[in-house]
């Protein structure tokens, strides 16, 4: 196949990859909204109570000792002079409305960066084929776009990693943060962590091959 | 390097110029300017052997070792 060809291929699977990013989180999100709504109108709120029975049934005010037991072997939590505001209903409507303008500042200042990289990402991207559809590939500035994308997605990762967690953080209820929940609820980003440490590698492999070009280009 | 090109000095001598050897060998200029300086990393013998042919030497007369 020829290069053009190539980049033909490559820039017509980045924009399908685009669309259906968005088309994607837009079915999402709507799907989200209108179980929301629907939690809302019957009033029932399925996370609370499968996640946090045990702790909206232990919550009361003021201080107390509680001993948890695991039935399966019967291990002992000890939990002495635990604080309890409020139980959890009455603690949403306390603080719910507070809480909730507190953490879309902190969740939008998150995502700021997140944007900003990804912006990033894409134009260097854009470069890159741009730069590949002129066949000028094994160039030093190819090399340097590549580890930049590379830097930049395993920066997002990690940023994304950051968000998601502050996020459950943020929506957790008492006693909510167990290593357990972290894991089972927190969404990691560790496919771009993969794809990044992969771009890496490959940049990599990309200056030798920069390096084979030049003293290729230097036999007579 | 302590390997070093005396193209020129062969040129010299069959008072040829570098772009009637260019012409012969048929390499390009910029190519045969890169091997003049010193710049090239590698030759072929190929090359190695249509400059020979050209110019009647040896290539111990092009090429020279000084450690």
């Known amino acids: 196949m020829k290069t053009k060809n190539q980049v033909t291929l490559?820039?017509?699977?980045?924009?399908?990859?685009?669309?259906?990013?968005?088309?994607?989180?837009?079915?999402?999100?709507?799907?989200?909204?209108?179980?929301?709504?629907?939690?809302?109108?019957?009033?029932?709120?399925?996370?609370?109570?499968?996640?946090?029975?045990?702790?909206?049934?232990?919550?009361?005010?003021?201080?107390?000792?509680?001993?948890?037991?695991?039935?399966?072997?019967?291990?002992?939590?000890?939990?002495?002079?635990?604080?309890?505001?409020?139980?959890?209903?009455?603690?949403?409507?306390?603080?719910?409305?507070?809480?909730?303008?507190?953490?879309?500042?902190?969740?939008?200042?998150?995502?700021?960066?997140?944007?900003?990289?990804?912006?990033?990402?894409?134009?260097?991207?854009?470069?890159?084929?741009?730069?590949?559809?002129?066949?000028?590939?094994?160039?030093?500035?190819n090399y340097r776009r590549l580890k930049l994308m590379s830097y930049s997605i395993i920066a997002l990762s990690i940023f994304d990693s950051i968000f998601q967690y502050g996020n459950f953080y943020s929506n957790r209820k008492i006693f909510a943060n167990t290593p357990y929940e972290v894991v089972n609820t927190v969404e990691f980003d560790l496919i771009s962590l993969f794809f990044g440490i992969t771009l890496l590698t490959i940049s990599f492999v990309f200056k030798k091959g920069i390096d084979l070009k030049k003293e290729q280009d230097l036999t007579i | 390097m302590p390997i070093i090109i005396n193209l020129d000095v062969m040129l010299a001598k069959r008072k040829m110029s570098l772009t009637e050897l260019s012409e012969k060998v048929g390499i390009t200029m910029s190519n045969l300017s890169i091997l003049k300086t010193g710049k090239a990393k590698a030759v072929r013998l190929e090359t190695l052997a249509s400059i020979c042919e050209i110019l009647n030497c040896q290539p111990g007369d092009i090429l020279e070792f000084t450690p």
Request: charged share 25%; glycine share 0%.
């Open chain 1, 10 to 141: 490559i820039k017509s699977f980045y924009l399908i990859l685009i669309f259906s990013i968005i088309t994607y989180a837009f079915f999402i999100s709507a799907r989200n909204t209108s179980k929301k709504d629907r939690n809302e109108a019957t009033k029932i709120e399925h996370y609370k109570v499968a996640v946090y029975e045990k702790e909206v049934q232990l919550v009361q005010k003021g201080q107390k000792n509680i001993q948890w037991v695991n039935k399966k072997n019967s291990d002992t939590l000890n939990l002495k002079n635990v604080t309890f505001v409020a139980d959890a209903q009455l603690l949403n409507k306390k603080y719910k409305t507070v809480q909730t303008n507190f953490y879309k500042v902190v969740v939008d200042i998150a995502l700021l960066p997140l944007f900003i990289l990804m912006i990033y990402f894409f134009a260097t991207l854009y470069n890159f084929i741009d730069s590949i559809s002129k066949e000028k590939i094994f160039e030093f500035e």
